[in-house]
Every structure is written in structure tokens, then in C-alpha cells.
């Protein structure tokens, strides 16, 4: 199971493979079937991988920003376009 956590350590290539190992996590740990020591490993990844998601999306919305002018406007829901 080293060899696992050890390849399971390196950086995500995208953010959308960082979210499918998250959810992989997240299955494995509500099955319960985890020793400890490796539910404490799965539980330190995730939080690896949330703050590297975040700081993905940090950065797409930064370069929205950027392409908007600084300008970001809500999405009007479908009640409020038909108005």
C-alpha cells in the first residue's frame, strides 16, 4: 500500500484528475473499510487536493477577471431571463 500513497503523493496533472482522485478517496473512506493509519493518509491527500483545486479555480477566476474586464456579472437563472 506504500507504493500506492507514494505514486497517490505526486502533484495532480489537472485539475479535473485531482478531482476524480478526490472522489475516489471520499468513496473509499465512507466504505469504511480503511485501517486507520491509511484512513489518516486518504484524509491528509484529500486535503492536498482541496487546496489544490481551490487554488485551480483561484486562477481561472482570475484570468475570467482579466477577460471580463474585471467585470464579472452573475448568471441570470432561467426565471430571470424569461422576464
Not at 4 to 24: D, G, Y
Request: charged share 20%; glycine share 4%; net charge negative.
Amino acid at each position: 500500500m506504500s507504493k500506492k500513497l507514494t505514486a497517490a503523493a505526486a502533484a495532480p496533472a489537472s485539475f479535473e484528475e485531482a478531482m476524480a482522485e478526490l472522489a475516489q478517496l471520499v468513496t473509499q473512506m465512507e466504505a469504511g473499510q480503511l485501517p486507520l493509519e491509511a484512513s489518516v493518509a486518504a484524509y491528509q491527500r484529500g486535503s492536498e487536493l482541496v487546496k489544490y483545486c481551490a487554488s485551480q479555480l483561484d486562477s481561472v477566476e482570475a484570468q475570467v477577471k482579466v477577460l471580463e474586464g474585471d467585470m464579472l456579472k452573475p448568471f441570470a437563472d432561467a426565471g430571470e431571463a424569461a422576464q
